[in-house]
Nanobody, 115 residues
Framework: QVQLVESGGGLVQAGGSLRLSCAAS????????MGWYRRAPGKQRELVAR???????NYADSVKGRFTISGDNAKNTVYLQMNSLKSEDTAVYYC?????????WGQGTQVTVSP
């Protein structure tokens, strides 16, 4: 059973930046597509960025050009660099495989963007 631990969230003003990290208990990044998801208040969880084992990336239109996903296989860690943050980016952010493993959801990390 893989465990995923997200960190790096916080409170930031609109226009600011944050870098999220997702550490896995074992090496799953080399064989799986990994993604960052978020759940905003009152909304369903959505996939915002993904990275394949080969390094190809894909982004939701809402974050394209502002967020960058990357991975470090040696550290079993996936990152999400978030720039030009907007109030609508406020959410709990999670990482998981794509498609997601139901048993692998972590606690997530809260990102709050103030106007």
């Amino acid at each position: 059973q893989v465990q995923l631990v997200e960190s790096g969230g916080g409170l930031v003003q609109a226009g600011g930046s944050l870098r999220l990290s997702c550490a896995a208990s074992r090496n799953i990044f080399s064989i799986n597509t990994m993604g960052w998801y978020r759940r905003a208040p009152g909304k369903q969880r959505e996939l915002v960025a993904r990275i394949t084992s080969g390094g190809s990336t894909n982004y939701a239109d809402s974050v394209k050009g502002r967020f960058t996903i990357s991975g470090d296989n040696a550290k079993n860690t996936v990152y999400l660099q978030m720039n030009s943050l907007k109030s609508e980016d406020t959410a709990v952010y999670y990482c998981n495989t794509v498609p997601a493993l139901s048993a692998a959801w972590g606690q997530g990390t809260q990102v709050t963007v103030s106007p």
